[in-house]
């Protein structure tokens, strides 16, 4: 069997990798070069204790208001296209308690498997992993008693690590780097994290030495089914295929569409700042609980990553989100200096308005796969999406734990069914 998986990104690279394992003939397609665009920049962690979904209760009414503020963790940028007023409409129905319980529950019960699959990975890849655990660090009492009760009706709801709380003191003692404005911290035992470009550069390498064809710049065009197989067409010549795993990011929805196909997916804008060789000095991330800001410590390097951003032009930096992550790491960290050579990446995280992935087969066209949506969850269920993506690819039968992930949740063929060609 051969099958073309479209993206190069981590979830792509990964999902190649565990589909070739099983015996596959794979080739990648990425329109750009692999690891390059929502891989690239972010925090890198893998975190099942923050798989809670986007739309939670109470998170319209505070994007609303934080609508006035262009430094403010989530912004949402009007604009007066039907698709995008669809989208924030099933957005706000998402955020019931029942249908945000429902969604969390599937995150949670997905995600205690990510740091074990990503361990399996790093036996046959080469990257960048630590597992120590992350801080969620606040200056105030009741940020921080918020963020417990997240974290305990994760526990609820099977979260296997170990949830401490720690005062003053103790935040200080596990992390001497941190400011004076911090006033207290949950400890989580059961998280981890990568540097994601080694991530996909390792599992690239590996690809390659197995012999899997990966295809850089270039885009992919169109898709078309006939004969039980489908013909990828691509500026280089194209790929005939007899499986396709899209896994495109927010591409994806594009190249749907022509099939009759309508995946409600958006461009969620995140930004991060990397320091080569900081003076900034941490043991394991922390997440910034008011700010939403992530701090990563990597070999050589720190990283600040956060904020989320509908409705802006893709690649398009705004000084004042910047200037928002860069404010809250000065009044987080100790050694920080506006003097820092900060390097500045953007990129398009792939959002579905319930915040749950879409994995698993195309309804109406068989043969066709998804894998996308992950929004900032991408890395943490990169492996694990791939794990269970495969063997629906290669035997046709998706296991119980996607059904939360199906298609079959929105009305993907309500603009016309796809016609074999």
């Known amino acids: 069997m051969k099958v073309a998986v479209v993206g190069g990104g981590v979830v792509g690279l990964c999902a190649a990798e565990a589909i070739q394992r099983r015996g596959a003939e794979v080739v990648v397609l990425e329109a750009d070069r692999c690891g390059r665009a929502a891989s690239a920049g972010n925090a890198g962690w ?29 912004l949402i940028h009007p604009v007066m296209r039907p698709s995008f007023v669809r989208f924030l409409y099933s957005f706000w129905r998402n955020t019931r308690p029942a249908r945000y319980g429902a969604g969390m529950a599937a995150l949670v019960a997905t995600t205690q498997r990510a740091v074990a699959d990503f361990e399996s990975l790093a036996e046959r890849c080469r990257f960048e992993m630590h597992k120590e655990g992350m801080l969620f660090v606040a200056r105030g009492s009741r940020a921080l008693e918020g963020e417990h009760r997240v974290l305990r009706e994760h526990l609820e709801l099977g979260y296997a690590g170990e949830v401490r709380l720690l005062d003053r003191d103790e935040v200080h003692g596990e992390e001497p780097g941190l400011g004076d404005a911090i006033s207290g911290a949950i400890f989580a035992s059961a998280e981890a994290h990568v540097r994601p470009e080694t991530v996909t550069a390792g599992v690239a390498a590996r690809l390659r030495k197995v012999g899997v064809e990966i295809r850089e710049h270039s885009p992919v065009r169109g898709l078309a089914s006939s004969n039980g197989a489908w013909a990828v067409a691509t500026a280089d010549g194209g790929v005939e295929a007899d499986r396709v795993v899209l ?159 199906s298609l079959a949740r929105f009305d993907v063929l309500g603009v016309g069914r796809n016609q074999e060609k």
């Open 46 to 74: 893998i975190s099942p204790g923050l798989s809670n979904p986007l739309p939670a209760p109470g998170v319209v009414p505070q994007a609303l208001r934080w609508m006035l503020d262009p430094r403010s963790p989530l």
């Open 247 to 405: 896994a495109g990011g927010v591409a994806t929805a594009r190249l749907l569409a022509p099939l009759g196909v309508r995946l409600p997916l958006l461009g969620a804008k995140g930004y991060s700042l990397t320091l080569d060789r900081p003076p900034i000095k941490l043991k394991r991330p922390v997440y910034l609980v008011e700010d939403k800001v992530g701090v990563s410590p990597y070999d050589g390097a720190v990283r600040l990553a956060g904020t989320l951003e509908l409705g802006s032009k893709p690649g398009q930096i705004h000084a004042k989100r910047v200037a928002g992550i860069r404010a809250a790491g000065a009044r987080a960290l100790r050694d920080w200096s506006p003097d820092l050579d900060w390097k500045t990446w953007t990129g398009e995280r792939p959002l579905l308005p319930d915040g749950l992935p879409a994995i698993g087969p195309v309804p109406g066209n068989d043969g066709l796969f998804v894998a996308t949506g992950h929004a900032m969850l991408g890395v943490t269920l990169a492996p694990t999406t791939a794990e269970l993506l495969a063997p629906a690819v290669l035997d046709g039968r998706p296991s119980l734990e996607l059904a939360a992930f």
